[in-house]
């Protein structure tokens, strides 16, 4: 009986999982996990300005290649964060190939590994995602797909 109580208790939160929209709280993020490729865990900063999402491998190069260009702290100093959502990633090639490349770069990267970020955070197919915020709420989503796009942003 306990068991159907919880089946019913998650089945409701996950119906009711609040999506990224513009006016949404930036404490929306912190209700999921994130590390870093050494495995240290994160938390979204509350002063963060913009949110860089990349949920492809193809996506996901663009940014890193992007940032490797960068200084080690051009994210902190503007007040950005960089998600990569690696969770449809089989986890032998996270721990044999992605890991090992991503602790090679400079910048940070939080790294997600569960299914349900994707289902609240904004996404387009072959596209970065990025979010900014303005008194911790969403002011704009916008979807880019060039590192031209990208330094626009900056």
Do not use: C, W
Not at 121 to 126: R, S, T, Y
Request: no cysteine; aromatic share 12%; charged share 25%.
């Amino acid at each position: 009986m306990k068991k159907f109580f919880l089946f019913l208790l998650m089945a409701f939160i996950s119906l009711n999982a609040q999506s990224i929209q513009v006016g949404s709280n930036i404490t929306l993020l912190n209700n999921y996990k994130y590390e870093t490729p050494k495995s240290r865990q994160m938390k979204v900063p509350l002063n963060t300005k913009t949110v860089i999402i990349a949920y492809e491998k193809d996506t996901g190069k663009l940014v890193n290649d992007f940032l490797s260009k960068k200084n080690k702290y051009f994210l902190q100093r503007n007040k950005a964060i960089y998600i990569a959502d690696i969770h449809k990633m089989p986890t032998v090639i996270t721990n044999m190939f992605a890991l090992p490349n991503l602790r090679k770069f400079k910048h940070l990267i939080y790294l997600h590994y569960g299914d349900k970020f994707e289902k609240i955070a904004p996404k387009q197919n072959a596209k970065i995602s990025v979010v900014t915020f303005e008194n911790k709420k969403v002011k704009t989503i916008s979807f880019i797909s060039s590192t031209e796009e990208l330094s626009k942003i900056f």
